[in-house]
């Protein structure tokens, strides 16, 4: 026997799993109901984009097929940043760490680009329950991608200050999980809201 | 006072070592790749929304959970991590089609 306390500093657990990742796994099943909520209002609202444009005209399906692709390529990145700490690979985790980075960054961009090119076609927040529901639903994403893009560079930092060891290779499983999470909901938006047929004016 | 499972460091139990190789995770990108193409190849060819709809709602699962299996380890890890996300996403699923189904989302498109 032994006592509780001793859980959060030492290895052992309860439940025989680590509590971080545990919580990391529930906070990422309180998130589907978080883009759950924003994709189903968008859908409600797609329809209704009074006299502003419609989302069928103003999708550039091309283009956001490659951020998505982006994005894709990104899990990919991320997973071998992992697997070279796990194998005590120091060098090849610093580089995956910062490709997935720029390639989150590369996907933000793009994302920067897509906002002010509807801007520029007269699509506001406020334009319609559209647009207000378009943007808040990626908008709200982006926000994930770019809090994903602060946690790969904080353990970029930690790793050059030599604190990012094999032996701490759960917290990079744990942004991991995050990052794929991001990549996982982008999948659900690109199908739903850009590959789906979407109303024309 | 209370049973505790002791696991080696940066290790616990129910959670396995036998993660993929670094091949096997560049296999996964391909085959997401391929199909994410084919997402983008519908777009380009004429279908009825029949065929269309449905189609594009398989691709998006099969990554959506081929993504959750591989990269995020659900596959090898305890199932206890699946159950948690799992339930999320059923959770989801229920009040937000419920939701849709008030908004007579089905009938109006």
């Excluded at chain 2, 391909?30 to 777009?43: D, N, P, R």
Aim: glycine share 8%; hydrophobic share 50%; net charge negative.
């Amino acid at each position: 026997m032994a006592d509780t306390s001793a859980v959060s500093h030492g290895h052992g657990t309860g439940t025989g799993l680590s509590n971080n990742k545990l919580l990391m796994w529930v906070f990422l099943g309180s998130e589907c109901l978080l883009f759950g909520g924003l994709i189903s209002t968008y859908l409600i609202y797609r329809s209704r984009f009074a006299d502003g444009p419609a989302p069928g005209d103003i999708f550039d399906i091309p283009f956001t097929s490659v951020s998505s692709f982006v994005l894709l390529m990104s899990s990919l990145t991320m997973v071998l940043a992992l697997s070279a700490l796990q194998r005590g690979d120091i060098r090849n985790n610093r580089v995956w760490l910062l490709t997935t980075a720029m390639l989150g960054s590369l996907f933000i961009g793009g994302q920067v680009y897509e906002f002010t090119t509807f801007m520029r076609e007269g699509l506001g927040y406020s334009t319609s329950p559209f647009s207000s529901a378009f943007f808040t639903l990626t908008g709200f994403h982006g926000v994930h991608v770019s809090l994903g893009i602060v946690m790969l560079m904080s353990l970029l930092v930690s790793s050059l200050r030599g604190t990012l060891t094999k032996e701490r290779s759960e917290t990079v499983e744990i942004v991991g999980l995050y990052w794929h999470f991001v990549d996982v909901v982008w999948i659900f938006i690109f199908t739903v809201i850009y590959l789906v047929p979407s109303p024309t004016t | 006072m209370s049973t505790v499972i002791e696991a080696p460091a940066g290790e616990h139990e129910g959670e396995h070592d036998d993660h993929p190789t670094d091949r096997k995770y560049v296999e996964v990108a391909i085959v997401l790749g391929i199909v994410t193409a084919l997402e983008v190849a519908t777009y380009f060819v004429e279908m009825p929304g029949a065929v269309l709809i449905p189609m594009l709602m398989l691709m998006m699962v099969f990554k959506f959970f081929y993504v959750a299996a591989w990269f995020m380890h659900l596959r090898f890890d305890s199932p206890m991590f699946t159950k948690f996300f799992v339930t999320g996403l059923v959770l989801a699923t229920i009040v937000y089609a419920t939701m849709l189904t008030v908004f007579e989302f089905w009938h109006k498109g």
